[in-house]
């Protein structure tokens, strides 16, 4: 818990990235997620995101150096 990005209680795989809203560019560092599980829509810090998404599609099985 505690991970923003997963506002939604779903697997964090089933987030993708929507088309950027006019109101986001308020919020440069934000990026506007979508879960194609639930459907919600949600703001996260785009560089969290990026990384926990990075994570979670195998990067982290590459090997440490
Ligand atoms: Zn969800």
Redesign the pocket.
Same mark, same amino acid.
């Given at each position: 818990m505690g991970l923003p990005y997963f506002a *939604?209680? *779903?697997n964090i795989k089933?987030l993708a990235r929507s088309p950027k809203q006019g109101w986001t560019r308020l919020l440069p560092r934000m990026c506007l997620y979508h #879960?194609a599980? #639930?459907?919600?829509s949600q703001l996260f810090l785009q560089q969290a995101a990026d990384e926990a998404l990075a994570r979670n599609t195998g990067l982290s099985k590459l090997p440490k150096n």
């Open positions: *939604c209680l *779903c089933h #879960c599980n #639930c459907g919600k």
